[in-house]
């Protein structure tokens, strides 16, 4: 298979592809549990790094701890280039439910199961995912848990520090603490609140990782990106992947997938030019969706 083409962006002190891969999909159905297929599912992690992906997601309340247990049994020992990058702010309960879990006490509980479940003594990065709001972002002030974080990172516990589910203003506030070298929220050919905030966080040099690139648990369907696919002999997801790349430089994509095939579809899309007149139909397309 073709390498990824070397198209990467500084993030983290590190050179990182901007292809890069999600881990989540990969514990059972609901985030919750062991994989359907594990064999498959480690043969994803393995066939994704040796495609040239060096920047995966991650994080312990995946399963809880399957993911991370599964990428230490994929991976370890990890190649030097590759950037891990967890979060923290969340447990699971026994139904599977996700339970906020912002207080100092449980980000470095959370910080220690990601260290021992990855095998790693220190964490590339975490994200805080903040969860005023499960589904979005909702202002409140995060002082209190970025300040944990800074100690944990001054304790070398964690190298960088992110945030995920944020506002521009919960940013600013965090960036009065700790420098913050990327931000993770919900963003994708349609859902395109960020807008503004991928543009200010690029003149910042800060890494912007959509999270639901494809439109997560409801994969992105429309007539014009199955039109636009067609056209370009791709697929809808490789299309919504390669508008991604072409929207902003410091756009990092992490697509989840548990199937190897939709791996290897997703990792081409870092192949696949949109001409400008496929641009533009893209664009009214999703201007007629908000
Ligand atoms: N910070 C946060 O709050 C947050 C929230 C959600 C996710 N994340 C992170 O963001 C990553 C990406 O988000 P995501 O995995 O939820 O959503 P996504 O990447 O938008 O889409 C994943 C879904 O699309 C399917 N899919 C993937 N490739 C496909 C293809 N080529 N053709 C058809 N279907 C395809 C997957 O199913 P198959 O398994 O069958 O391929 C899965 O159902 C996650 O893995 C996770 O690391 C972060």
New binding site residues.
């Given amino acids: 298979m073709a390498n990824l083409p070397v198209e990467t962006f500084e993030s983290a002190g590190r050179v990182v592809r901007r292809m890069g ?5 990969l514990a059972g159905p609901g985030v919750f549990g062991p994989p359907k297929d594990r064999d498959a599912a480690l043969a994803v992690l393995r066939e994704a790094v040796a495609s040239g992906v060096n920047h995966i ?3 312990d309340f ?1 399963g809880p701890h399957v993911t991370n247990q599964l990428i230490r049994e994929a991976l370890h020992p990890y190649p030097d280039d590759l950037l891990i990058v967890t ?1 923290l702010g969340a447990v699971r309960g026994d139904d599977a439910s996700w339970q906020p879990a912002m207080e100092p006490a449980d980000l470095e509980r959370g910080v220690h199961d990601n260290l021992r479940n990855l095998g790693l003594d220190v964490l590339d990065v975490v ?1 805080l ?1 903040i969860m005023g709001d499960v589904h979005k972002p909702s202002e409140g002030s995060i002082e209190k848990q970025v300040t944990a974080l800074a100690e944990l990172q001054h304790k070398g516990l964690v190298r960088h520090i992110g945030v ?2 944020a506002t521009a203003k919960q940013i600013a506030e965090a960036q009065r603490l700790v420098e913050i070298v990327c931000v ?3 963003y ?1 050919l349609v859902n395109r609140h960020d807008d503004t905030l991928v543009d200010d966080l690029a003149k910042q040099g800060i890494a912007y ?9 409801s ?2 369907q429309s007539s014009v990106l199955s039109q636009v696919a067609a056209k370009l002999d791709a ?4 299309v919504a992947l390669a508008w991604l790349l072409h929207r902003s430089p410091n756009i990092l994509l ?6 190897l ?3 290897r ?2 990792l081409q899309a870092a192949h696949l030019e949109l001409p400008d007149e496929v641009l533009a139909e893209l664009e009214a397309a999703a201007q007629a969706h908000e």
């Fill in positions: 891969y999600g881990a989540m999909q997601d991650t994080s995946y979060k994200n995912r995920s589910n993770q929220n919900h994708n990782v959509p999270f639901f690139p494809l439109g997560g648990f994969p992105l697929t809808p997801m490789q992490i697509p989840g997938t548990s199937s095939t939709h791996l579809e997703n």
